[in-house]
């Protein structure tokens, strides 16, 4: 007999009730009595908020994402939502991406929405994540959903919650909005939908949201600048090709190619192994598509159109693709060059950024005279900055995952406008005389040079969650005091709220909230942190070096990075 820990046991025996239809019930017994590993990975917990909403593998279980886990969290919100807005109407929007089961699972959502008295705008189609974040405030909801699991493999789907502000969810709400989660069973979810609370918005939000994005993302490029620009896009079968060629060709860019082949939405992926523009092989398409059209830019997105990997053209004429670090200085410091040109810094303009992103963007905000902030990883903590700080004007903001955000008319990292202001910067360049490549050399120049790397490792299931655990606990008890050779100065322990200054062996409180973050600095100016992935089954180790050298200080970096990477042991 094929034994099941008695706990697990309890949860499954739950889905064997006559709530639960008569398939789900049947597959259930059939991992029962051939496949129990599975059966346990299922069932051995809950799916959890992470750092982007709740995000996880599709299928039976509480550890899932189904109808059930999809409506119980709903229903939690709706209970909550009507304990905050009492007495009031209250309105939420529905968006969803191009995964399997993404449309069926947003009519879950509506519906039981719908069922607790809550009105509904459902988009009838696709779009990009951005979109639903500005579509929050456009339609004055109280909140938003959107079904996605970003770049995660083909068997991943998510859920997404936005504010009424269009920000995701931060502390202490989520942890309220799971609390009211956990304290419903199944069997209090309301899944008879009212229709007539479900409306369908498309064309009048679009239109919205394009004329926005051409608003924030255009800087008074020259026409005859756009009409000289070649761009290569592709929206890597996910939902930007619903929006970004609209908006490119509304700001006057018509010189644009799209790689056919991954134009079309696919939750399959079908051309790529994955389909995360952080990764080359993601672009390779488009690469060979830019050199074919001799091409200036290439820019890919990821399925939900939050986030853009940019490939320019290096001082050999090779498409070479910035990594998000480099993508983000050359956005920022091309943001405050035409603000500053424009004669509208004035000391209240913040940027931002994350714990785990270059030092660099902070030296780029000292020099413009413009306040820099910083946060945890997850845009939720840049659109909670943009909320705290009204006295603030926000410009711009990124973190090294490919995100970045362009103004304050959406609360999310956005693909959209991030994409439009990738192709001002390379017209503008290229109209000059030069390209966005040796843009960034000349604020390598002025700045010092930096390069950051990133050593992503996967550890799947339950046994995968207790390695990552090991590895913070050791990292955690047992700190370096140098690493490549350079003595570490300070180790920030986000989780404990403090810092530590090895030098004077002082520790301070840390202004942040509490996450699962190590952060070691040294004397060369390296820095180093660990972090556990909040929404997917990954460590991830970001290192970023620097130096004054002027020249081969690629190779000098290199080298530093090498030497760190092989100390962590973990390349």
Not at 19 to 31: G, L
Not at 333 to 348: D, M, S, T, V
Not at 535 to 558: G, H, M, R, W
Request: proline residues 4%; negative net charge.
């Amino acid at each position: 007999m094929i034994y099941v820990d008695p706990k697990i046991l309890d949860r499954v025996n739950q889905w064997l009730t006559p709530f639960f239809d008569e398939k789900t019930q049947h597959e259930i017994k059939e991992m029962i009595a051939y496949d129990p590993e599975g059966l346990e990975d299922s069932f051995y917990k809950n799916l959890e908020f992470g750092t982007g909403g709740m995000r996880g593998i599709m299928g039976l279980g509480d550890n899932r994402i189904n109808k059930y886990t999809l409506g119980k969290n709903t229903q939690g919100l709706s209970n909550y939502l009507k304990k905050q807005f009492p007495n009031q109407e209250i309105k939420v929007a529905i968006a969803y991406d191009c995964r399997h089961n993404s449309k069926e699972f947003a009519k879950v959502v509506a519906d039981v929405f719908s069922a607790n008295g809550i009105n509904v705008f459902l988009f009838s189609e696709l779009r990009p994540t951005p979109e639903l974040s500005f579509a929050v405030k456009h339609l004055d909801c109280q909140a938003g959903i959107v079904l996605t699991a970003s770049h995660n493999p083909p068997e991943y789907n998510g859920y997404k919650v936005y504010w009424e502000d269009g920000g995701q969810l931060v502390p202490p709400q989520d942890g309220e909005i799971i609390a009211e989660i956990n304290s419903l069973n199944y069997e209090d979810i309301k899944f008879e939908a009212n229709e007539n609370l479900i409306q369908f918005i498309d064309s009048e939000v679009d239109e919205a949201f394009a004329k926005a994005s051409v608003e924030n993302g255009t800087f008074n490029t020259p026409e005859e600048a756009k009409e000289k620009l070649k761009i290569v896009f592709t929206s890597l079968h996910g939902t930007s090709i619903t929006m970004i060629p609209k908006v490119l060709e509304q700001a006057g860019y018509k010189n644009v190619s799209i790689v056919e082949e991954q134009a079309e939405p696919n939750g399959d992926f079908p051309t790529v192994k994955s389909p995360n523009p952080e990764e080359p092989a993601a672009l390779k398409m488009a690469l060979e598509l830019a050199e074919k059209e001799n091409a200036d830019i290439v820019i890919g997105t990821d399925p939900d159109c939050d986030r853009l990997g940019v490939a320019v053209r290096n001082d050999n004429d090779e498409m070479v693709l910035l990594n998000g670090n480099e993508t983000m200085v050359l956005m920022t410091h091309f943001l405050l060059e035409q603000w500053k040109k424009a004669g509208k810094l004035n000391g209240k303009q913040f940027v931002a950024s994350t714990i785990v992103s270059t030092p660099m963007v902070e030296k780029v905000a000292v020099h413009f005279n413009v306040k820099y902030l910083e946060g945890l990883t997850g845009f939720k903590w840049i659109a909670k900055m943009i909320k705290d700080h009204p006295e603030l004007e926000f410009i711009g903001g990124g973190e090294e995952s490919f995100g970045y955000l362009v103004g304050d008319f959406v609360r999310d990292k956005d693909a959209v406008t991030a994409t439009l202001l990738a192709c001002e910067i390379a017209a503008q360049k290229k109209n000059a005389g030069s390209n966005m490549f040796q843009y960034l050399n000349e604020v390598y120049n002025e700045y010092g040079s930096y390069r950051e790397h990133l050593i992503s490792i996967t550890k799947k299931g339950k046994q995968g969650a207790a390695e990552i655990s090991a590895m913070m606990k050791k990292l955690r008890e047992n700190p370096f005091k140098e690493i490549a050779g350079s003595k570490v100065i300070r180790m920030d322990d986000v989780l404990k709220g403090e810092t530590t200054d090895f030098t004077n062996q002082k520790t301070l409180a840390l202004n942040l909230p509490k996450s699962n973050v190590l952060i070691y600095y040294t004397e060369d100016g390296s820095k180093i942190a660990a972090r556990p992935s909040g929404t997917e089954p990954k460590i991830k180790f970001y290192i970023s070096v620097n130096t004054s050298e002027k020249d081969k200080f690629e190779a000098v970096l290199q080298k530093k990075i090498d030497a760190i990477a092989a100390q962590l042991n973990v390349s």
